[in-house]
């Protein structure tokens, strides 16, 4: 830097390569020593040493030595120890491959950006292979933290409002005028909710500023296949509301995927087995009515004034059902006497909310056979499924 300053206006460097130059972990000689400090420059370290390198006699020095201090004697020999350039905590962090914002994904090649939004920059690798172990350490580094911070803040929180997930995700927008394809948001699922948020929550009141919030047995989860995917991004799912909204999510591995829907799948059956019925506001030929979803008894109809029970009918008995999308659903139950079919129609203001709300319970139902539901398939093929239009359907 002196010999810079002392140069004048006009500076020519002159950048040579030396095969002797000293590597990292082998002995350098003082004679293949290019940058050897002037008497302007002394005290300072070269870029070798800068590097990580110190020598191995002195226990308890962790400065790095220049170039006028390098050993003579054979006994001696260079060590390497890290120099951090940039330092990312992995906790609330999220990586991608993709390129910010889009579904175009990096030939192997990553970014880690802190919660903080402090970025590793492009991490370039050899391999696609190299590319997918890093990661997958990085994403199980990032699991493992996120586990153990959950344990903690549980502990705050009592039983009905326990967190069973947090994590990033990228949120597809609906408008697709946008230059900008998508958004990272970070999910929550604790207690009764489904969270959305822009930044992971810290504090107890950060909780109550969430950007959306659902309650998990009134909305519908679908693992997006191949077929199904907008565009190149791989693993997504979708998040219907009760509302009918459509929400498009999209994580980096695939076994982020499935850690997501063990999680839904447990924060659904745990509120359901908490709340065990849920009653919503009907209208059958223009009368006031109540159903009940019963996690024991099924379906019950009751008139709103009275309270006298219309119907009712187990979880087993309902055999089929179509709704028109808007707000009317027929019900087809098997009388247990007659083996009959027999058709209900009720009117709801809050049809997707129903609807979500009997898939929720079924799969809780199902579950409740299964030990091993978590994640099961079975699960997933035994319980009622929707199409896109809101469709209900039972399959034994």
Known sequence: VQVLRNAGEEVTLTVSFLKRAPAFLKLPLNEDCACAPSDQSSGTSSPLCDSGLHLNYHPNNTDTLSCSSWPASPGLRWEKRWCDL????????????????????????????????????????????????????????????????????????????????????????????????????????????????????????????????????????????????????????????ESGEDLYFSVELESDLTLWEKAFQTATFLEVERIQCKTYACVLESHLMGLTIDFGMGFVCFDAATKAVLWRYKFSQLKGSSDDGKSKIKFLFQNQDTKQIEAKELEFSNLFAVLHCIHSFFAAKVACLDPLYVGSQATASAAPTTSGTGKFKYAT
């Open 86 to 241: 940039r330092l990312i905590p992995l906790l609330h962090s999220r990586f991608s491959q993709y390129l910010p914002g889009s579904d175009l994904c990096r030939q192997n090649a990553f970014q880690v950006i802190a919660v903080d939004g402090v970025c590793s920059g492009i991490i370039q690798c050899l391999s696609a292979e190299d590319c997918i172990d890093w990661l997958q350490a990085i994403a199980s580094n990032i699991s493992n933290l996120t586990k153990h911070n959950i344990k903690k803040i549980n502990r705050n929180f009592p039983v009905n409002q326990q967190i069973v997930y947090m994590g990033w995700t990228e949120e597809r927008e609906q408008d697709s005028l946008q230059d900008r394809m998508y958004t990272p948001k970070f999910l929550a699922l604790r207690g009764s909710s489904l969270y959305k948020f822009l930044a992971p929550p810290v504090t107890t009141w950060d909780w109550t500023r969430a950007e959306k919030t659902f309650s998990v047995y009134e909305i519908m989860c679908k693992i997006l296949k191949d077929s199904d995917l907008l565009d190149r991004r791989k693993h997504s799912f979708s998040v219907q509301s």
